[in-house]
C-alpha cells in the first residue's frame, strides 16, 4: 500500500497536507450530533459532550474504575503500565476485554453511535485504556498526534478515527487536563527519527520518539492556539486522530481519571506497519479481523443486573 503520510524517514520535519476527511458522513436529521457540532469537530478537530451520563451512571463508573485502579489483581501484567520511576498505575489497556463494565461503556450508543457518524462506517476498537494520573506524582503525556504513531508503527492506513475521553473524574485548569490545538488536524506533522525496535515497552511510560519537533511544535501553537477543556465527571471530549494534544503533570492533591476509546473504521482496519518491521502487540492496536461494535442503549447499569 502507498504511504501517503511518510514519517521518521527525513532529517527535517514536514508539514504534509491532509488528504482525509474529518467528519465522514453527511448530516442528517438522525444524526446523533447536531449540525452544529459536526461543523465544530470538523473544524476544530475536536468536541466537548456534557450531561451525557446520568449522575448515577457516572457514580457507577467511578466505583468500577477505583477497583480496576486499586491493583492489577485479575488483569492481564503487559496491559498494566506503571508511572515513569514509581508503581502508581498510570494506564491499563484493552480495559474494555478486561471489563465487562468498560466493555459496555465503549459499546453505549451515546459513544459509538457519535463515532459512526463521524468516521461514516462500522466501527470497532482500536486501543482503549483506563487512564489515571494521580495527585502530586502524576507524569505529562508529551505533544503528539495519535494518527502519526498508529500509522508508522501499528499500520493504520488513513485517518479515519478518533479518540473518545470519557472524564471520571473533574477536570479543572490545574490537575493537568488534556491540551488541544484546534485545527491542527489539518496537517500531517512529520516527526524525525527511526525508531527502536520494540520502542512501545517506553514509549507508553514516556514517548522520545514519534513525537513532534519544537519548532513545528511552537509554529502550530502559534497557528492555531492551545485550549485545554475541561469539565465535571462524565463529560465526553471526542478528538480526530490527528490532533496534536498533551497535557501537563498533576501537582495537585486532586487525582485525575478516564476511560479512553479509540474507535477506527472497519474499512480502516491495520496493514503492515507504514515504518517499523514488528507491529506493536495487540494489546495496544487490535489486529486481524475487525469486530464491530453493535451500539446499545439503555442505563450502564444493566450490565450489573443482566
Known sequence: MTDIYPSRITAEAQMLPRLDPVVHSEWTENAPLTPQQAEQFDRNGFLVLENVFSPEEVAYLQKQSKELLSGPKGLDPETVITEPGGDEIRSIFEIHTQSKVIERLAADTRLAGVAQFLLGDKVYIHQSRLNYKPGFEGKEFYWHSDFETWHVEDGMPRMQALSMSVLLADNTPDNGP????????????????????????TSLKKQEFGVPDRQSLTELAHRHGIVAPTGKAGTVVVFDCNTMHGSNGNITPYPRANAFFVYNAVSN??????????????????????KPLMPRSGPLMEEALA
Open 178 to 201: 488534556l491540551m488541544l490545538m484546534p485545527g491542527s488536524h489539518r496537517v500531517f506533522l512529520t516527526c524525525i527519527g527511526a525508531t527502536p525496535e520494540d520502542h512501545y515497552r
Open 269 to 290: 482496519r491495520l496493514q503492515e506497519p507504514f515504518g517499523v518491521k514488528k507491529p506493536r502487540p495487540s494489546f495496544i492496536a487490535a489486529r486481524g479481523e475487525p
